[in-house]
């Protein structure tokens, strides 16, 4: 399995620290959202599955919802209903937690690369076993919609097996990124969208441009990625992320974003595939093979796939 943030010898964050991995999702404007998460621990299902926001967001969330399974004083709000609350951020769990180093909660993070069929394997023995300290286990998997089909599958085969004491927590971008087997199996639960358009960078903004450039007309991108050291894996990545978000933009018929508009004369089950092979490109960049070349064939492949879809 992934070496994760569990050894005795990493450093505790102090409470600053730790206030800021919840921060997000502390915000009055979701109190909404968190008193539906709240409701959800009463009874917890088997898996739970956050889409929406950004990503930042829905780790918060996911993070908050691990604080509450593991506070021992959660701080009740007043006047906001009987089931809000947070987690006080003072407790011993409520640092493990925030520090990834509670015995009990297993972190897995897509765009580490740390989700594979190995690492799945492993989880599944420690699944069997009793919760260490609490009485349940909590396994949080961050950004699901960059999965490939294989690593889908081996977390398939693991949620087969339920335990009454493990629990797991996906987020996503959209639903519809994710195996429809998977989401099968959960609740979701949907955070507010944001404008995209707002949230981009400017790295992000010249890299939409000349991708719309590229799938109109073919041209443009050897122009970028041709110099050494253009491209790296965190560019590669980058990108994409722009070609994920926009298929979900486009599975949800929104052609108001350029990049999106060109995608959306695809049908559901090609956008899927078109996500499929994005993340396989991901698996290869965490794999550590040459991000230009990853790239490259990949908008080669999609450009293609566009043109010979319809």
């Known amino acids: 399995m992934a070496e994760k ?4 010898d990493e450093q505790m964050p102090d409470k600053d620290e730790a206030i800021k991995i919840f ?3 502390l915000s009055p404007l979701f109190d909404t959202f968190r008193e539906k998460i ?3 621990r009463q009874n917890p299902p088997q898996l739970l599955h956050i889409e929406g926001g950004s990503a930042e967001l829905r780790t918060a ?3 908050h919802y691990a604080g509450l399974f593991f506070c021992e004083n959660p701080k009740r709000l007043e006047n906001k209903g009987d089931f809000l609350a947070d987690p006080c951020l003072c407790c011993s769990e409520c640092y493990k937690v925030a520090a990834r180093m509670h015995p009990d909660f297993i972190v897995f993070d897509s765009r580490e690369g740390n989700i594979d069929v190995d690492s799945m394997r492993d989880l599944k023995k420690i699944s069997t076993e009793a919760p260490r300290y609490a009485r349940k286990r909590l396994v949080l998997l961050l950004e699901t ?3 490939s089909a294989v690593s889908g599958n081996a977390i398939l085969k693991l949620l087969e097996e339920p335990s009454p004491h493990n629990h797991y ?3 996503m971008s959209q639903r519809e990124m994710v195996l429809p087997t998977l ?3 959960g609740f979701v639960m949907t955070l507010p969208w944001k404008d995209s358009v707002q949230e981009l960078t400017e790295t992000e903004r010249e890299w939409e441009e000349i991708l719309i450039k590229f799938f109109q007309n073919g041209t443009g991108l050897l122009d970028r990625t041709s110099a050494k050291g253009a491209v790296d894996s965190e560019l590669a990545k980058t990108i994409c992320g722009i070609l994920q978000k926009n298929f979900a933009h486009a599975m949800a018929g929104r052609k108001n974003y350029l990049l999106a508009s060109l995608f959306c004369s695809l049908s559901f089950s090609k956008l899927f595939e078109a996500n499929e092979r994005v993340a396989l490109c991901y698996e290869m960049l965490n794999l550590m093979v040459n991000p230009t070349y990853c790239i490259e064939a990949l908008l080669t492949e999609l450009y293609v796939f566009m043109k ?3």
Do not use: C, D, I, M
């Not at 943030?5 to 005795?8: C, E, I, V």
């Open 5 to 8: 943030k569990n050894s005795a």
């Open 145 to 147: 919609q960059k999965l």
């Open 169 to 171: 927590v996906f987020t």
């Open 183 to 185: 989401l099968s199996r």
């Open 308 to 310: 010979t879809a319809g």
């Open 38 to 40: 709240n409701r959800l």
């Open 61 to 63: 969330f996911a993070y």
């Open 23 to 25: 921060e997000p999702a």
